[in-house]
């Protein structure tokens, strides 16, 4: 009970708190969600992932370990999906948000503080949830893109918009800086910093601008599903894999909780963006960011006893 209410108090309640700001404040000033999602996408997210691949200390054996484990684990949740969208009777735009909810998980927002708090500052088990993160990043800015682009304007111009997205750019240099030691002056190091601080707050109110637009109808059914998926088989399906890779340790437990995380925030941004059923991801993420705060609980003590 101790651990469930630290999670509340430090991790879900402040999250609350700036989705609520943002809701205020579309509701009183009426403010461009579409700019708000650009700002996200084009700006805070490229630096913050620019600034985590800079300092974060690159080992070869974990990177292996983390992405065979994420590769693996993205396509069995894929499949699950597709399957599930089918047994739904989702259209395609539809069936996209809904996929998208269940593949892409917060594991910036969320599941840093998480881990920090679970692991006391442990640089180990926090290298492999930024890796974690960067993939989920890399990920959710190629294919997630490319899927909703691809419902409109075809699947060849939407690859090639993706290289007009400056995540690429932003992974691609963090690396290379960081593995030729390469130093970078104040004045690029200190805004870079800025930005990757404004990243989590921007994107939450630009969550809660999005909820304070949406009508909720009564048939959720999607909602719910989507839910199912992402809290309770997503867990699942990752202890299945880290028994039969036979991991063990803080390795096993960062993978299983990180695993655990609610809907990305980001995939209502895009969703935003592209003009993709925004509502209903906006409600998945809502939904599935409260729903988290006992879920995410579970999947911590049981980590601790299993691992």
Same mark, same amino acid.
């Given at each position: 009970?101790?651990?469930?209410?630290?999670?509340?108090?430090?991790?879900?309640?402040?999250?609350?708190?700036?989705?609520?700001?943002?809701?205020?404040?579309?509701?009183?000033?009426?403010?461009?969600?579409?700019?708000?999602?650009?700002?996200?996408?084009?700006?805070?997210?490229?630096?913050?992932?620019? $600034?985590?691949?800079?300092?974060?200390?690159?080992?070869?054996?974990?990177?292996?370990?983390?992405?065979?484990?994420?590769?693996?684990?993205?396509? $069995?949740?894929? +499949?699950?999906?597709?399957?599930?969208?089918?047994? +739904?009777?989702?259209?395609?735009?539809?069936?996209?948000?809904?996929?998208?909810?269940?593949?892409?998980?917060?594991?910036?927002?969320?599941?840093?503080?998480?881990?920090?708090?679970?692991?006391?500052?442990?640089?180990?088990?926090?290298?492999?949830?930024?890796?974690?993160?960067?993939?989920?990043?890399?990920?959710?800015?190629?294919?997630?893109?490319?899927?909703?682009?691809?419902?409109?304007?075809?699947?060849?111009?939407?690859?090639?918009?993706?290289?007009?997205?400056?995540?690429?750019?932003?992974?691609?240099?963090?690396?290379?800086?960081?593995?030729?030691?390469?130093?970078?002056?104040?004045?690029?190091?200190?805004?870079?910093?800025?930005?990757?601080?404004?990243?989590?707050? +921007?994107?939450?109110?630009?969550?809660?601008?999005?909820?304070?637009?949406?009508?909720?109808? #009564?048939? !959720?059914?999607?909602?719910?599903?989507?839910?199912? !998926?992402?809290?309770?088989?997503?867990?699942?399906?990752?202890?299945?894999?880290?028994?039969?890779?036979?991991?063990?340790?803080?390795?096993?437990?960062? !993978?299983?909780?990180?695993?655990?995380?609610?809907?990305?925030?980001?995939?209502?941004?895009?969703?935003?963006?592209?003009?993709?059923?925004?509502?209903?991801?906006?409600?998945?993420?809502?939904?599935? #960011?409260?729903?988290?705060?006992?879920?995410?609980?579970?999947?911590?003590?049981?980590?601790?006893?299993?691992?």
């Amino acid at each position: 009970m101790n651990e469930l209410f630290i999670i509340l108090k430090d991790i879900i309640l402040p999250v609350f708190v700036i989705i609520s700001v943002g809701f205020l404040m579309q509701r009183k000033f009426n403010l461009n969600v579409q700019t708000l999602a650009r700002l996200n996408i084009y700006y805070l997210v490229p630096g913050f992932i620019f $600034v985590k691949l800079y300092t974060t200390k690159l080992s070869f054996s974990i990177f292996y370990s983390v992405i065979l484990f994420f590769v693996l684990y993205v396509l $069995v949740l894929y +499949l699950v999906s597709l399957i599930s969208s089918k047994i +739904l009777g989702l259209q395609t735009g539809e069936k996209t948000a809904f996929t998208n909810s269940v593949l892409f998980y917060n594991s910036g927002n969320y599941g840093v503080p998480v881990n920090d708090l679970v692991f006391k500052s442990d640089p180990f088990a926090m290298s492999i949830q930024v890796l974690i993160l960067t993939f989920q990043n890399i990920f959710l800015f190629s294919y997630g893109i490319f899927t909703l682009q691809s419902v409109k304007i075809g699947k060849i111009r939407a690859m090639l918009a993706y290289f007009k997205m400056p995540v690429l750019y932003a992974m691609l240099l963090g690396i290379s800086l960081n593995i030729f030691h390469i130093p970078i002056p104040n004045f690029i190091w200190i805004p870079a910093n800025y930005t990757a601080d404004a990243m989590v707050a +921007l994107a939450l109110l630009t969550l809660g601008a999005q909820v304070a637009t949406i009508k909720f109808k #009564t048939g !959720l059914s999607t909602v719910y599903a989507s839910l199912f !998926l992402r809290l309770i088989l997503g867990p699942v399906l990752a202890l299945g894999l880290i028994l039969l890779f036979r991991i063990d340790g803080v390795m096993a437990q960062a !993978l299983l909780i990180g695993a655990a995380m609610p809907t990305s925030v980001n995939s209502a941004v895009i969703a935003q963006e592209y003009d993709n059923h925004p509502e209903l991801a906006a409600q998945i993420v809502l939904f599935s #960011t409260a729903m988290s705060a006992i879920t995410v609980s579970i999947v911590i003590f049981l980590s601790k006893v299993l691992f």
